[in-house]
């Protein structure tokens, strides 16, 4: 079935250094979705990307919808301690009745 | 507005037992799911609805069941516990209208040990 493989797993980070990820699929998707979550927490939506080589920025969070449809980024710029968590893309699939999610990186920020 | 709730927000269970996983929505979303995470995994779908009186299977449905009688609840039930169902289980509810429609709204999580 479809998967979606996001890289890094994990980072460790200084407060204040700019992070990048990404997420990629061997099969076309329509739309990306960013997630984050908090540690203890369900995961919350950060970003959604509809069109190939759409920006998007939400805060000091950027994402794009690769040009292939295949892959999308997600760059985090100067990061702060609550930027710690788990990023997860993710992306609807079965006629949008259910959605796949990659396994995730997992950010640690070190003030 | 509360959002997702879910209950019990930790279990531990023996080997064998039962036990449902309640998971109520207030935003009367039609969409609801039930996912489980593994530690250092992603999340993997174990059921889905659609609405009231339908519901259909994720990637990951054995020894799982489900039931949706009303647009508010989607529990999850287990009937035969075992070691490999220890996880943390999300309910998430989703509009499906709107601005971005595929957003998901994710409950705070049950942590389930089976021992």
């Known amino acids: 079935g479809q998967q979606l493989n996001q890289s890094p797993q994990s980072m460790f980070i200084q407060e204040g250094e700019d992070v990048s990820m990404n997420c990629t699929s061997s099969s076309i998707f329509n739309t990306w979705l960013w997630y984050k979550q908090d540690p203890g927490e369900g995961p919350v939506l950060l970003i959604a990307?509809?069109?190939?080589?759409e920006l998007t920025s939400n805060g000091r969070l950027t994402a794009q919808f690769g040009i292939t449809r295949k892959d999308s980024f997600l760059n985090i710029s100067a990061s702060i301690p609550s930027d710690v968590g788990i990023y997860f893309c993710a992306g609807p699939v079965s006629g949008g009745f259910k959605t796949i999610f990659g396994a995730g990186t997992r950010l640690f920020v070190k003030a | 507005n509360a959002g997702v709730t879910q209950t019990p927000k930790f279990r531990i269970l023996k080997i064998g037992q039962s036990m449902t996983l309640q998971c109520t929505q207030d935003?009367?979303?039609?969409?609801m799911y039930w996912y489980r995470q593994d530690p250092g995994m992603g999340l993997k779908l174990i059921y889905y609805s659609v609405g009231a009186g339908i519901t259909d299977k994720g990637e990951v449905p054995n020894g799982y069941n489900v039931s949706r009688s009303t647009t508010e609840d989607f529990p999850l039930r287990l009937e035969l516990a075992a070691p490999s169902q220890t996880s943390v289980y999300f309910c998430?509810?989703?509009?499906?209208?709107?601005?971005?429609?595929?957003?998901?709204?994710f409950g705070p999580g049950t942590r389930l040990l089976v021992l």
């Open positions: 998430a509810s989703s509009p499906r209208t709107g601005v971005i429609q595929e957003t998901q709204y």
């Open positions: 935003m009367n979303h039609n969409y």
């Open positions: 990307l509809y069109k190939a080589g």
